[in-house]
């Protein structure tokens, strides 16, 4: 099976800061990749996504960046509240094709928490 | 409803039982994908389908674990001889592939299945 974390990192900001999640992909060949947030006891749901032609895209609030040098994502969230507080997950796609999905992959996570 | 449907929501089963696992997904998503997920851990890819294509059953950590989808809609994921390691959240998702020029998209999960094995 796909590797996972043991311990997930965290990360603490207070409320009104702007957070930075980190994520390491493994895969050169990877050509798509979102980021989720997981609150608990609910599956994860879509922030946004970036594919590998780019290297930055922006929404409310987040911002992804992309370096494919180093294979490395970012997550920025501006102006963080309480109800940012979750697991956040990278996952990437490893191309199938032109035509078709691929298989998607997530990474460790991270525990954001936001102090009021 | 809309979303993607998982179930049931909560299982508790014996050691050694067989146990199933539904997935119905998003009308007219053509991907399906299955992750295991334990407690304070991340999303450990088990198999998915995409169409009529063969599955890609790579994540599958034993030969207990099988999973099938009928006429390209829902899907069960089977776990036989239950050991108390399969005791885990069970995350369904799936994907509409917009095309050649609209590319990939993003997958939607359901809520989960929580599998406890005692």
């Known amino acids: 099976g796909e590797s996972v974390g043991l311990h997930l990192p965290t990360l603490s900001v207070q409320e009104g800061d702007n957070s930075i999640i980190n994520c390491a992909y493994s895969n050169s060949a990877s050509d798509y990749f979102i980021w989720y947030k997981q609150e608990s006891g609910k599956g994860p749901q879509f922030i946004i996504d970036i594919r590998s032609n780019m290297d930055k895209r922006q929404g409310q609030r987040v911002t992804v960046l992309l370096n494919k040098t180093v294979k490395h994502l970012s997550l920025q969230i501006a102006a963080t509240q309480p109800g940012d507080s979750a697991v956040y997950f990278c996952?990437?796609?490893?191309?199938?094709?032109?035509?078709?999905?691929?298989?998607?992959?997530f990474g460790q996570g991270t525990i954001l928490t936001v102090h009021p | 409803g809309a979303g993607v449907s998982q179930s049931p929501s909560n299982k508790v089963t014996e050691k050694g039982k067989d146990v199933e696992l539904r997935c119905d997904p998003i009308?007219?998503?053509?991907?399906l994908y299955w992750y295991r997920q334990s407690l304070g851990q991340g999303l450990e890819f088990l198999i998915y389908?995409?169409?009529?294509?063969?599955?890609?059953k790579s994540g599958l950590p034993s030969d207990r674990f099988s999973a099938e989808r009928t006429g390209g809609s829902v899907s069960t994921l089977t776990i036989q001889r239950t050991q108390q390691e399969d005791s885990a959240v069970y995350l369904c998702?799936?994907?509409?592939?917009?095309?050649?020029?609209?590319?990939?998209?993003?997958?939607?999960f359901g809520q989960g299945t929580r599998l406890t094995v005692v």
């Open positions: 998702a799936s994907r509409f592939y917009a095309g050649t020029q609209g590319g990939n998209t993003e997958a939607f």
């Open positions: 996952a990437e796609n490893i191309g199938a094709g032109g035509t078709s999905y691929g298989k998607l992959t």
């Open positions: 389908f995409q169409g009529n294509s063969a599955p890609d």
């Open positions: 009308s007219g998503h053509t991907a």
